[in-house]
């Protein structure tokens, strides 16, 4: 495996059970309602901030994405939201839904002696400012609870793309809930991006390492990548297969 976004990278640190069942047996796994609106919200952001006109960029989002029945106002509302917030960040963006792929450079580092095959970052960055003194990213959010951006690995993780792009040595991250309308900014330092990388890095480095184990020493597979009960069961897909387990009847 040597292609990772975060939200791979923070299923596997969520509960490595779960990454082995989506992406290594690659069960069927449908999308959510919360998942569906929030593809349909993005490709209507995308398709105003392209030239389309709302109702229109609204319509063919609902058209295009929504495998089910969604809330027409309740996306309309969002859309609007995110096209107030954008007269706060002053200059034209340059990268609209912007896809990057980079090299994760510093497993060598943090796995001596150990073969690992070569492993990159992919995402997607909402809106990119890049021509300006502190390049600035933002990111949509669609989420009902909204967080402060160091919440997670993923604005630092995608400011350290554009400070190598860009020669930064900082980057602003901001995060828009575009239910609630809230905003939150952080400047990302060098030291924080780098931090990001490495725990991308890190958490790619541990998967391909279970993985070339799964393949050569028949491990176990349920070991390797154990169960880690939480909150976050009650959404999972294949929780029920956990359950089946005597390991995990205890604690979950």
């Avoid at 209507?44 to 709302?54: C, D, H, P, T, W």
């Avoid at 706060?88 to 090299?103: A, I, R």
């Avoid at 070569?118 to 009902?144: C, H, S």
Wanted: some cysteine; hydrophobic content about 40%.
């Amino acid at each position: 495996m040597n292609t990772f976004s975060f939200s791979r990278l923070n299923l596997y640190q969520t509960c490595p059970r779960r990454f082995y069942y989506k992406y290594v047996l690659e069960l069927d796994d449908p999308p959510g309602e919360a998942a569906i609106l929030g593809k349909t919200v993005h490709k209507a952001i995308e398709l105003v901030l392209n030239g389309r006109s709302f109702d229109d960029a609204v319509l063919t989002a609902c058209m295009e994405e929504a495998e089910l029945m969604l809330d027409k106002q309740e996306i309309e509302r969002m859309v609007q939201t995110a096209m107030n917030t954008l007269p706060m960040f002053p200059g034209k963006p340059t990268g609209v839904e912007q896809y990057f792929l980079e090299k994760l450079t510093e497993q060598s580092e943090l796995f001596p002696g150990m073969v690992i095959p070569e492993t990159k970052i992919q995402g997607y960055i909402d809106l990119a400012y890049k021509n300006r003194t502190l390049p600035a990213i933002l990111d949509w959010k669609t989420n009902r609870q909204p967080y402060p951006v160091n919440h997670t690995w993923q604005i630092p993780l995608y400011a350290s793309i554009i400070m190598e792009q860009e020669k930064a040595e900082a980057v602003e991250g901001v995060l828009v809930f575009l239910r609630t309308g809230q905003i939150f900014k952080q400047i990302i330092s060098k030291e924080m991006a780098k931090m990001a990388m490495g725990w991308a890095a890190r958490l790619a480095g541990e998967i391909n390492i279970k993985l070339y184990h799964l393949n050569t020493d028949r491990a176990d597979p349920l070991a390797s990548f154990n169960s880690q009960p939480s909150t976050a069961c009650g959404h999972c897909p294949w929780s029920y297969l956990c359950l089946k387990t005597d390991e995990d009847k205890k604690v979950c």
